[in-house]
Nanobody, 124 residues
Framework: VQLQASGGGLVQAGGSLRLSCAAS????????MGWFRQAPGKERELVAT????????YYTDSVKGRFTISRDSAKNTVYLQMNSLKPEDTAVYSC??????????????????WGQGTLVTVSS
């Protein structure tokens, strides 16, 4: 499975971006998916995760009410809609797929495949 993330860029505080993660492979619909981010000098953190069915999602507290994760199995793509962006959201965002688990997953070790990352920069 290969993951290709896109949609990052430079945006002013309060603005919006939508990240996309396109996956190759026929088993995408069975994979739990997640978006992680890593800011300079900080550890990688989970932003959001969604189950294979799309029925369950989880968000880290700092993005609740602002970000929405979704997936389109017909397009083998998972999205992260980011609204009301803040400078502290600046980071490299990476998508990840879990072959082992179809449920939401919280730790990087639960994911088997990673995309290359896309940079999101939010200016104040």
């Amino acid at each position: 499975v290969q993951l290709q993330a896109s949609g990052g860029g430079l945006v002013q505080a309060g603005g919006s971006l939508r990240l996309s993660c396109a996956a190759s492979g026929r088993s995408f619909s069975t994979y739990g998916m997640g978006w992680f981010r890593q800011a300079p000098g900080k550890e990688r953190e989970l932003v959001a995760t969604i189950s294979a069915s799309g029925s369950t999602a989880y968000y880290t507290d700092s993005v609740k009410g602002r970000f929405t994760i979704s997936r389109d199995s017909a397009k083998n793509t998972v999205y992260l809609q980011m609204n009301s962006l803040k400078p502290e959201d600046t980071a490299v965002y990476s998508c990840a797929a879990s072959r082992k688990y179809s449920s939401i997953r919280f730790t990087p070790a639960d994911y088997d495949y990673w995309g290359q990352g896309t940079l999101v920069t939010v200016s104040s």
